[in-house]
């Protein structure tokens, strides 16, 4: 064999070795995990901002709208809001299941897309900010993540819990938006 069919050789076999290595990175993500994630805002607040009283328990205690960007083909979606700094530990404000894949946003308080879970509230769908008095601002975090599958197979109601269970292995993306608020 000449010098030049060996030298031809190792070339192809690293170039081999280092596509086997991107798809490698690129294959699918540790259980729960996501590949990549994608924008969720919001035209009611900011990254960061204070959440407008309509959208809490002193006002309308309606959803704010939501828009997302950038996700990857999702058959469908999951929502989830809580507050990881209510007393006792996270507090669930909203779960929101089976959004149809086709969608990219959802309108200020929009109940009729998807199926609506059990919040902590006791009720099902969405429940405003509604912190204790004098104890500071609240993180509230609204969770979108993109699936592959178009159905948890889960009835209407269902506890955070088991949409979280039945979403494991299926997420294909997350985007996250946190916004603030605080009852004087």
């Known amino acids: 064999m000449s010098t030049q069919t060996i030298s031809r050789l190792f070339r192809q076999s690293v170039l081999i070795i280092i596509g086997a290595a ?11 995990g996501s590949t990549m994630t994608f924008t969720l805002t919001s035209a009611s607040f900011s990254e960061g ?3 407008p009283r309509q959208h809490t328990c002193d006002g309308a205690d309606r959803s704010p709208p939501l828009r997302w960007e950038g996700a990857p083909p999702a058959a469908s979606y999951v929502l989830i809001m809580d507050d990881p700094d209510a007393p006792g530990g996270t507090f669930t404000h909203w779960v929101l299941y ?4 086709t969608h990219t946003e959802l309108a200020e308080g929009e109940q009729d897309t998807g199926l609506a879970g059990g919040n902590d509230f006791g009720r099902r769908g969405y429940g ?24 948890l197979n889960l009835p209407a109601g269902a506890a ?23 009852r004087r």
């Open 160 to 182: 955070r819990r088991d949409v979280e269970a039945a979403m494991r292995g299926h997420v294909l993306a997350t985007a996250t938006l946190m916004g603030r608020y605080e």
């Open 98 to 101: 089976d959004i149809p894949g």
């Open 22 to 32: 991107i798809c490698a990175c690129g294959s699918a993500p540790p259980e729960g």
């Open 128 to 151: 405003g900010p509604c912190p204790p008095r004098g104890r500071g601002a609240h993180r509230y975090f609204f969770r979108l993540s993109a699936l592959d599958i178009p159905s």
């Open 49 to 51: 901002a204070m959440i």
